[in-house]
């Protein structure tokens, strides 16, 4: 059986209450160990801004936008690493993680024996991994700012975007995890993971490849993602940025409804 115990603090009641009380019982369970998890998670976009949007960007030079605007290789990187860094910490809870929780280890047949139902479970679980995102996206902006690839006015725009981002792929990602039989499977996620990580608009603008691939990297969300971040980072933001967030809010409500239906049906026999 598993115990959910509620800060004091919190005196909200209902869906929201229930759902952060499965948040809270992941923060209870934190070790030391999986503070080193989280630190390698945030270096990996760090050393590749470094590495390409430093080191190759002095050999590349300027990148000019869709909207004519001329920025700096590492400027045109940078948010494209902070995007791909959100879509990473999101994907890390809400596939591995969770699959693991609710195939193997059974804890959520023994959540669902208190009040808390299994849309519920996924609301905690997306916000457990929005923790982990704001950890990754926050110390993230502040190495940006410091390098001077965007304002600090410009950063405190891009943090909730870049949540609204977290929540996307989080939503994506359970939905998934109730879809996949095995463990298997996570070589195909992964696999699809890299695909979007290189061919979204990371390191090199879509018009660079013919029109056709061109339209599918646009359909993609991280390319909406890094579309949207960028625009915020470099000030370039206009109507499109309306079309990236409608795309996210969509891909949050998707997932979410996919991953408490599939949730019920599984663990409410």
Not at 166 to 191: E, K, P, Y
């Amino acid at each position: 059986m598993v115990t959910l115990v509620m800060p004091r603090l919190l005196a909200f009641e209902g869906t929201p209450r229930r759902a952060a009380s499965v948040t809270e019982r992941n923060i209870s369970t934190l070790r030391s160990a999986y503070w080193v998890v989280m630190v390698s998670g945030f270096l990996e976009p760090v050393l590749y801004l470094f590495s390409i949007g430093v080191g190759v960007g002095a050999l590349i030079g300027d990148i000019t936008l869709p909207g004519g605007e001329v920025v700096g290789y590492a400027e045109f990187v940078a948010p494209a690493m902070l995007a791909a860094s959100a879509m990473t910490g999101a994907l890390a809870e809400t596939t591995f993680n969770f699959f693991g929780k609710m195939k193997f280890v059974r804890l959520y047949e023994g959540i669902l024996a208190t009040p808390v139902r299994p849309i519920e479970i996924a609301l905690g679980e997306l916000a457990w991994a929005m923790v982990r995102g704001v950890i990754y996206s926050a110390a993230f902006v502040v190495i940006m700012t410091l390098m001077g690839l965007t304002t600090w006015s410009r950063a405190l725009a891009m943090l909730p975007a870049t949540l609204l981002v977290g929540l996307a792929f989080g939503a994506l990602g359970m939905a998934v995890a109730t879809i996949i039989r095995s463990w298997q499977d996570f070589d195909l996620i992964a696999a699809g993971q890299f695909a979007l990580f290189l061919f979204s608009g990371t390191f090199v603008p879509p018009t660079a490849y013919p029109e056709v691939v061109r339209w599918l990297i646009e359909a993609t969300p991280l390319y909406r993602s890094v579309d949207l971040i960028r625009a915020l980072s470099t000030g370039t933001t206009g109507w499109v940025q309306l079309l990236d967030v409608a795309y996210l809010m969509a891909l949050v409500a998707l997932g979410l409804t996919v991953a408490g239906r599939r949730m019920e049906k599984q663990l409410c026999k």
